[in-house]
């Protein structure tokens, strides 16, 4: 059983690319569970349109092996939205060696019993990241709110 994650304070987009219809409304489920708007895509040129229409907090893709698979889509990303939070997962990790700095992603996760937990705590934590970096520091912030009430006033 795994344990709770708190829904995100703002339900943020995901789109998930997975080519195994089980496997896609699987993640699904367990990502709407815990309060994010899932897209799912099987296909990476779905994938690639869905991207071209909407923005995405993150996507979500797998492996795929042997056609074209998420490590060529992670590129496709890439040269379209460097900055696009991306997590792949594999079956294949240990055995292709797969990590960040070889694939491009954000996040590789390992398909096993604890996939889910991976998922949903790294999900958690590549948004709280990518929100951080937005926010200025605090005391920026409050100098920044100090003049826009005297702007106000």
């Known amino acids: 059983m795994r344990d709770p994650v708190p ?3 703002s339900a943020a987009q995901i789109l998930l690319v997975c080519k195994n219809r089980h496997g896609l409304s699987a993640r699904k489920a367990v990502l709407e569970e815990a309060g994010y708007c899932v897209v799912t895509a099987t296909t990476p ?3 690639l349109h869905w991207l071209e ?6 996507v979500v893709t797998d492996h795929q092996p042997p056609s074209l698979n998420g490590l ?7 040269q379209k939205c460097p900055s696009q939070l991306i997590v792949l997962i594999s079956g294949l990790v240990d055995t ?3 990590n960040e700095q070889r694939t491009c992603a954000d996040l ?3 398909k096993s019993a604890r996939e889910v937990d991976h998922l949903l705590r790294g999900v958690k934590q590549l948004l709280a990241r990518s929100q951080a970096a937005r926010k200025p520091p605090a005391r ?3 100098a920044l709110a100090q003049r826009q009430g005297r702007a106000g006033s």
Do not use: K, N
């Open 7 to 9: 829904t995100p304070p």
């Open 45 to 47: 040129a779905e994938a």
């Open 53 to 58: 229409q909407e923005h995405f907090d993150i």
């Open 72 to 78: 060529e889509l992670i590129q496709g990303i890439r």
């Open 96 to 98: 292709l060696g797969l």
């Open 108 to 110: 590789v996760i390992q």
């Open 140 to 142: 920026h912030a409050s």
